[in-house]
């Protein structure tokens, strides 16, 4: 992914510059971008010179891997990045660990602890108490939290024998 600054509309502004090229670096870090294009405009020597002396600063050079200059007169400056410290810290989603949720027995109401990866998922469990089998349900309820619905498991269990009829 590539980012575009645009120096044109607020050439004149030292500050809102600097403002602009510390978000558009922000920007670039916190997307992952691999290039920001800096367009000082065409014959803006001193906003180049702004520009340059801003990336220059050591806080600012930390941020970003290396500042290549375009060779055509057109002035432009492109901020190169490199997001290794990123890609090798541990990411929240692929090895989560697995959750619990607590649910009634349909049955007997005995708690049950119901072991999830992922929602919205279905488990059936038989329960430990009295032997029931417990089609469980778990979603993401409104507050953020998940929520589990217990039900008869039996035609999970019988799959395959219709001979009960549901009423
Ligand atoms: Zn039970």
Redesign the pocket.
Known sequence: MKLKLDLHPIFKDGAQIEAALSSIIDEAIEKRATEVEIIPGKGSGALKKTVLRFLDRPDVKARYHRIEKDSDNFGRLFVHFRHERMASAPSASPSRARQIVPVA?V??Q?SLRIPYDELPAEIVVE?A??G?PNRVVVTLGRSGLPQARADWGYDAVDAGSQSIPEL
């Open positions: 027995c049955c007997c005995a329960c108490s009295c029931s």
